[in-house]
């Protein structure tokens, strides 16, 4: 199962993915930053009621986040369910901007937390690689890298099927 923020709660399956959208709050006028955050209490709504009413939450091997957005609400999961989070990004705030704004200065600071509370990083360039053991001091055994979606898909059996 994929859940992610979406305009409305409706799931859509294909072939033996369920792809679960779940309603957020839209604010406008707001940053990045202030929108990702105002979102985990949609966030935990969906993930209430998936989990409360209508599946078990002994069957989530693993929780998969993309980049710093992703991480944040990844993280609630992981506290709520125990699972381990591996975070997938395809870039770090130094590579998408060059400014020292309060936001950049917070989407930084986010970003490194959460790629310290994931279990495992996984790359999907080599400079995002670079960038995660350099500027963000991410212990090297917990950073990997997939270049391809079946590169991916090795790192997620391996961490299903555990040492």
């Known amino acids: 199962m994929i859940l992610h923020p979406w305009h409305d709660d409706a799931s859509v399956r294909d072939g033996g993915v369920t792809y679960r959208h779940f309603a957020v709050t839209i604010k406008s006028n707001v940053n990045i930053v202030t929108s990702v955050i105002s ?43 125990g699972r381990p989070l591996i975070t997938s990004i395809h870039s770090v705030e130094s590579m998408r901007t060059s400014e020292k704004s309060l936001l950049s200065l917070s989407i930084r ?50 961490v299903l099927e555990g040492p």
């Open 39 to 81: 979102a985990l209490g949609d966030f935990a709504r969906a993930m209430s009621e998936l989990f409360h009413e209508r599946y078990d939450p002994s069957h989530v091997g693993l929780i998969i986040s993309y980049e710093w957005t992703g991480s944040l609400l990844g993280s609630l999961a992981k506290r709520f369910l």
């Open 109 to 158: 600071g986010l970003e490194m937390y959460l790629l310290y509370f994931s279990d495992l990083v996984v790359a999907r360039s080599e400079e995002a690689y670079a960038r995660a053991l350099a500027e963000y001091k991410v212990p090297s055994d917990r950073v990997r890298m997939a270049l391809t979606s079946r590169d991916m898909t090795s790192i997620v059996m391996e």
